[in-house]
Nanobody, 122 residues
Framework: QVQLVESGGGLVQAGGSLRLTCAASGGTLSEYAVYWFRQAPGKEREFIVGEYWGQQIDYKSSVKGRFTMSKDAARGTVDLQMNSLNPEDTAVYYC????????????????WGQGTQVTVSS
């Protein structure tokens, strides 16, 4: 059973950048579709980006053009590069994985990390 660990969260000023990394143990991320979600206080966990068929990447509209997900085969990790951050991006960010591609509903994902906090100050 694959276990996921996120890293790279922190505090950044509006307009700044952060790079999150998802690493796996007990499995290889290349064998799974990988997703990133986030959850702000008092809100539901929401989809940000994920893999779907044909090695395509699906982004939530509000992060498209600012966030980029990439798989590093050599390191066996998945990164989320986040640019032009704004206070509305403040949340706990989660890495998730599943054998199924093209998912957007959090309840459908099988494997989750513990989350990493991202705080964007104005």
């Amino acid at each position: 059973q694959v276990q996921l660990v996120e890293s790279g969260g922190g505090l950044v000023q509006a307009g700044g950048s952060l790079r999150l990394t998802c690493a796996a143990s007990g499995g290889t991320l290349s064998e799974y579709a990988v997703y990133w979600f986030r959850q702000a206080p008092g809100k539901e966990r929401e989809f940000i980006v994920g893999e779907y068929w044909g090695q395509q990447i699906d982004y939530k509209s509000s992060v498209k053009g600012r966030f980029t997900m990439s798989k590093d085969a050599a390191r066996g990790t998945v990164d989320l590069q986040m640019n032009s951050l704004n206070p509305e991006d403040t949340a706990v960010y989660y890495c998730a994985a599943d054998r199924t591609y093209g998912l957007r509903a959090a309840h459908a994902l099988t494997y989750w990390g513990q989350g990493t906090q991202v705080t964007v100050s104005s």
